[in-house]
Every structure is written in C-alpha cells, then in structure tokens.
C-alpha cells in the first residue's frame, strides 16, 4: 500500500491480492486518514490489483459511509475485468464511482467541487 497526495485528494495504491489478513492494517490506515481535517477525499487505485477478498470489500463500503457526512466520497480506480465483475455482482458499482484511471478520477472530483 502506497499514499500520495495530490491537493486534498489521497491517492491508496494497492498491489498484488487484497486478503483477509490485510484488512487490518487497511482498515487501520483509512481511519487514519479519514480522522484528519480535509482528507475527505480518497481514491483507491487498484489498477494493479487481481483479487479483494469480502473483508475489504467491506471495510471500503464502512470508509465510503464515514466520509458522506463530512461531504466526502471515495472513488475506485479498477481496470481488472474480474474485479470489474465483482463490483458488479456484489452491486458495489452502484455503491462507488469507478473509473480506468487515476486522472479521471482526480477530474471527478474537480467537478464534484464546481457542483
């Protein structure tokens, strides 16, 4: 896992499998930035990611639901077509905005800001 910031946006790199044993320190570090002042806005690129497990899955939705009082949101970045599948089946692209690159989330929430 990798944190860059760009503005008032963190960017969460992810690599390889997102497994269960890995939600703890996950789970830990979105806390952690969701506590502090105006990091509100997330994107989670896992464009080198070929497997969540349910645990994640979860602690994203519990980040996403933290964040929409305090007017923020997380967006993911996914190009993998079995994760793809699994955001669709799970109905969580209904749930997050997900797009095939990290630019093109970083302009959603540009517009997000001009609404």
Known sequence: MEIQIKKDIKIIKFSGAILK?????????????????????????????????????????????????????IKIVVVDEDLIQLFEITMLDKVFEMFPDVEEALDAFKLDQED
């Not at 044993?21 to 969701?34: A, C, G, P, R």
């Not at 506590?35 to 497990?53: A, R, Y």
């Open 21 to 73: 044993v890995d939600s703890d320190e996950i789970e830990k570090e979105l806390s952690t930035l969701t506590s502090k002042q105006n990091s509100n806005k997330i994107i989670l690129d896992l464009t080198k990611v070929h497997h969540i497990c349910s645990t994640a899955l979860g602690i994203f939705v519990a980040t996403k639901r933290k964040l929409k009082p305090l007017k923020g949101d």
